[in-house]
Every structure is written in structure tokens, then in C-alpha cells.
């Protein structure tokens, strides 16, 4: 998962989504053993817990920052390449980075992500 855009604020308007995002893969039971990896089964049970008593809103301020850093890269536009290079380079040899319409406007920044992840 990411968690990007071209400023600070996008990025933190999109941490919030990726944060619903995986308040709900973590309230799923079939994800449970991947949080417990992570050392996160507990929250993954009072995120179970709360999506069945229909309280989503609260689901989402239970997923800390520390565990939106576990699943998701958060970055700007300017520094995603490297963030994503730190994260996977040398583990993945091909990645699939869904990016916003606002980057097709923005030709060099989406040139330039490519080839920091291209040189990862």
C-alpha cells in the first residue's frame, strides 16, 4: 500500500484512507494471521470487535501511525522512488505503483520516480 501526494497534506489526506483501509483488513478474520505476525493481533481482534458492532469510524483511530509504517509506504511524490527503493529494493524485482491522475500532469515527477525506482 501507499500513501502519497505532492505535498504533506495530500499525503496525510491518504494516510488517513490507507489507515480505513487496513482497520478493515485487519477486522477481517482471514486476515488475522497477518497481523499477529506483526505483533498486532489484539488490534486485529478490538477492530474485529468494532466492525461488528458497526463502528467504523472508531476502527480507523486505532491503526497508529507505527502500523499504517508497517504496511504502507507514506511518502511525497518527490521522495516515493526512494521511499519504495529503501522499502523493496533488492526484494522485488517488479511492482505495480497505482498513482493518481494529478501525476500525468505532472510529467517530470512521474519521470523521475520511475527511474529512482528503476536504479533501485
Same mark, same amino acid.
Given at each position: 500500500?501507499? &500513501?502519497?501526494?505532492?505535498?504533506?497534506?495530500?499525503?496525510?489526506?491518504? &494516510?488517513?484512507?490507507?489507515?480505513?483501509?487496513?482497520?478493515?483488513?485487519?477486522?477481517?478474520?482471514?486476515?488475522?494471521?497477518?497481523?499477529?505476525?506483526?505483533?498486532?493481533?489484539?488490534?486485529?481482534?478490538?477492530? =474485529?470487535?468494532?466492525?461488528?458492532?458497526?463502528?467504523?469510524?472508531?476502527?480507523?483511530?486505532?491503526?497508529?501511525?507505527?502500523?499504517?509504517?508497517?504496511?504502507?509506504?507514506?511518502?511525497?511524490? !518527490?521522495?516515493?522512488?526512494?521511499?519504495?527503493?529503501?522499502?523493496?529494493?533488492?526484494?522485488?524485482?517488479?511492482?505495480?505503483?497505482?498513482?493518481?491522475?494529478?501525476? !500525468?500532469?505532472?510529467? !517530470?515527477?512521474?519521470?523521475?520516480?520511475?527511474?529512482?525506482? =528503476?536504479?533501485?
Amino acid at each position: 500500500m501507499i &500513501a502519497s501526494g505532492a505535498t504533506e497534506a495530500d499525503v496525510a489526506r491518504n &494516510a488517513a484512507l490507507v489507515k480505513q483501509r487496513l482497520g478493515f483488513y485487519a477486522s477481517t478474520p482471514t486476515y488475522r494471521a497477518v497481523f499477529e505476525h506483526h505483533g498486532l493481533g489484539a488490534v486485529a481482534d478490538e477492530l =474485529h470487535q468494532l466492525s461488528k458492532a458497526g463502528k467504523w469510524r472508531e476502527m480507523v483511530e486505532l491503526v497508529s501511525d507505527d502500523i499504517l509504517a508497517t504496511f504502507a509506504t507514506v511518502a511525497t511524490y !518527490d521522495r516515493l522512488g526512494e521511499a519504495l527503493a529503501e522499502r523493496w529494493g533488492g526484494v522485488l524485482t517488479t511492482m505495480h505503483v497505482d498513482l493518481v491522475a494529478e501525476l !500525468d500532469a505532472q510529467a !517530470d515527477v512521474l519521470r523521475a520516480l520511475v527511474a529512482r525506482l =528503476h536504479a533501485a
